[in-house]
Every structure is written in structure tokens, then in C-alpha cells.
């Protein structure tokens, strides 16, 4: 008689699939580690492993180099392994859509597996995103000219995930001249940047800049915010405000009813002030000594003239409006005698000064 025995081989060949960074910003390169080992008992002949990346990841490289692709993807020819013993495969690829991306892996041998259940890995990541918003406002939108104002901006992460590199660009335009800030540095005035870093989600940050209105003209200052995040709703990325100081057109105009008296003869002198716009004005006053040569006799102020200094004190003129004033005074020299008045106005810049 005469026996022979047979025991085919078997061998748990497995795969485990991990990633660096679970949470990725769009554009990141991302690493995936594939580890595949042999449970015995036997040793694996052909084991093959297969990586397969799902659309919105692109691949970059892998270590060690893939032996091709096929329909299950990119495979690596791994060959014999004993039983107890481990290969590791790097695969390396960039992230470029923001949904949820899961990516498999599976692993192959010639020998019967005991246990086919471990022979696929999968890992899902998911990009971050962040829907940031920014708001710009301003103490004043009409101070004077020369005057400060100060700009208010504040930056939200509306989520749904938390912002990495926050920065937003905000440089003062000419006709706005840096005073300060509140941000502790985190602002550079020469260059308009303020570097905010990282902020989570429903996380809110303010930055306050005072600025001197350098001229009358409208100004607008714009503050645009960007993040290495992807945020979904870019539009309300940047945030603006105008700035116009006031001005007002101030003129003064002098008559006199008899301009050839007769010596101890009185004469009225009518000075009106109008105001030219476009902006309304305040402290506005007319300086109108009489000279020697004129006695001071009366006026129709109501007292906001002052004899002694000349002061008429108009106070607020709106846009487009007159007031006017006479005085009365004796002609007490019979030289000719010239009679000035001139405006001025604490609470606006007249861009016409020839007609004051």
C-alpha cells in the first residue's frame, strides 16, 4: 500500500489603511499609509495591493513606486511574504474637491485566506471648510476735513469648520492718513494687512483704525479677507465704506448806501454771508472792525455783533443759505476810508478761499 498526503497552504494575508490629516484644506497634499501583513500560517505568494483614489483626489507620487493601473486602480506586485512579516506602501495625493472623499484599498495572494474580511481598508476624509464674512463700518461718514475717523472691522467664521491663516487687506487709500489701531500688532498700517491666524467656528475678531480725513473729497476704504480654507460664499469676502468730509463754498459780499458822505454824515454798511455748499457748516463768523474815520452808530445783530472787536457771530449756515447784517456808523474824516469784512468757519473746509 501506499499513501500520500496533501495540505494546501493558507495565509491571512490583510490590509490597514490610515491618513495624515483627516480634515484638510482644499489644495493640500495629503499622505496615506497602506500597511500589508501576512498572518500565516503559510507563506503568501503573488500578494498584490490595490489603491484605489475616488475622483476629487489627485495623485502625486508614492513610495515605494507603483507597478501599474488597472480598473481597481494603482497596484503594487508585493511578491512572497512570510508568514509574521509586514510592507508598507506611502501613497501621496492632492485634495482638490470639498466633498466627503473615501478611498479603498484591497490586498490579494495565491493562497487561500481564512479570513476575507480584512482584505479591504478604507478611509474617508473630508475638506474643511469655512464660510467667512467681514463688516466694515465707520464712526463717521462726514467729519471734517483734517478730522479723524475711526473704521470698525470685524471678521465672522460662520463655519461649518474652523479657518486656518485668516488675513485681511485693508490699506487706507490716499486722502486717509494713518493715526492707530487696536490690534496689538497684528496690523501693519504700510502695507494694510492684518493677520488674523486661525479662528474657529462661530468665532468673531474686531480690529479698529483711526485715520485723518486729509481732504474734502469721497474716499473709500475697502477691506477684502482671505483664508487658506475654503469658503463656500466668497461674496461677502470684502466690505467697503465711503468717507467724505465736508466742505462748504463760503462767501461775503459788502455794500454801503452812500459811498460819498458828507463829513458827521452816517452811512450803513450791509454785509451778507451765503453759503455755497454742497455741505451744510457751523462756527461760522465775520470778522468787521470799523476803521478810523467810521463812529459806530447801531447794527441789526441782535448782539451777535461786537463793536469793539468787530465779530459778527453768524454761527450755522445751511446749504444754500444767507444771512445778512447792517451796521451803521458816522463818517468822522474826510479821507477816503476803507471797511473790510471776512469770513471764517470752524466747522467746515471752504475749498474757495478768495471769496471770503
Known amino acids: 500500500s501506499a499513501s500520500a498526503t496533501v495540505d494546501a497552504p493558507e495565509a491571512d494575508v490583510r490590509i490597514t489603511k490610515t491618513v495624515d490629516n483627516g480634515s484638510p484644506n482644499l489644495g493640500d497634499t495629503i499622505h496615506y499609509t497602506l500597511t500589508v501583513t501576512n498572518d500565516g500560517p503559510s507563506s503568501a505568494t503573488n500578494v498584490v495591493a490595490h489603491d484605489l ?87 463717521t461718514a462726514t467729519p471734517q476735513v483734517n478730522g479723524n475717523v475711526t473704521y470698525t472691522v470685524t471678521v465672522t467664521n460662520n463655519g461649518p469648520d474652523g479657518a486656518d491663516a ?91 448806501d452812500d459811498s460819498s458822505p458828507n463829513l458827521n454824515a452816517t452811512v450803513t454798511y450791509t454785509v451778507s454771508v451765503h453759503n455755497d455748499g454742497p455741505d451744510d457748516t457751523t462756527g461760522v463768523a465775520v470778522t468787521d472792525l470799523l476803521p478810523a474815520g467810521l463812529s459806530y452808530v447801531s447794527d441789526n445783530g441782535g448782539g451777535a455783533y461786537v ?13 444754500g443759505q444767507t444771512k445778512e447784517l447792517r451796521i451803521t456808523a458816522r463818517v468822522t474824516n474826510l479821507s477816503t476810508v476803507t471797511n473790510t469784512a471776512a469770513i471764517t468757519a470752524s466747522g467746515v473746509f471752504d475749498p474757495t478761499s478768495s471769496n471770503n
Open 307 to 319: 463793536s469793539n472787536t468787530g465779530v459778527w457771530t453768524v454761527g450755522s449756515l445751511t446749504n
Open 53 to 139: 483614489l475616488p475622483s476629487g483626489l489627485t495623485f502625486v507620487s508614492a513610495s515605494p513606486a507603483e507597478t501599474g493601473t488597472d480598473a481597481l486602480g494603482q497596484y503594487w506586485n508585493l511578491g512572497t511574504m512570510a508568514s509574521g512579516t509586514s510592507q508598507t506602501i506611502t501613497v501621496t495625493a492632492r485634495v482638490d474637491a470639498i466633498t466627503a472623499l473615501t478611498n479603498s484599498a484591497v490586498v490579494s495572494a495565491d493562497q487561500f485566506d481564512t479570513n476575507t474580511a480584512n482584505n479591504a481598508a478604507q478611509v474617508t476624509l473630508s475638506a474643511t471648510q469655512a464660510n467667512l464674512a467681514i463688516t466694515k463700518t465707520v464712526d
Open 166 to 256: 485668516v488675513v485681511v487687506n485693508d490699506l487706507l487709500p490716499s486722502g486717509l492718513t494713518y493715526v492707530s489701531d487696536d490690534g496689538s500688532g497684528a496690523y501693519v498700517s504700510s502695507t494694510g494687512v492684518w493677520t488674523i491666524g486661525a479662528l474657529a467656528n462661530g468665532a468673531t475678531r474686531t480690529l479698529h483704525i483711526t485715520a485723518t480725513a486729509t481732504g474734502p473729497s469721497a474716499v473709500t476704504n475697502t477691506a477684502t479677507l482671505s483664508s487658506d480654507t475654503y469658503d463656500p460664499t466668497a461674496g461677502d469676502n470684502t466690505a467697503s465704506v465711503v468717507v467724505n468730509a465736508k466742505d462748504a463754498d463760503l462767501d461775503v459780499t459788502k455794500t454801503v
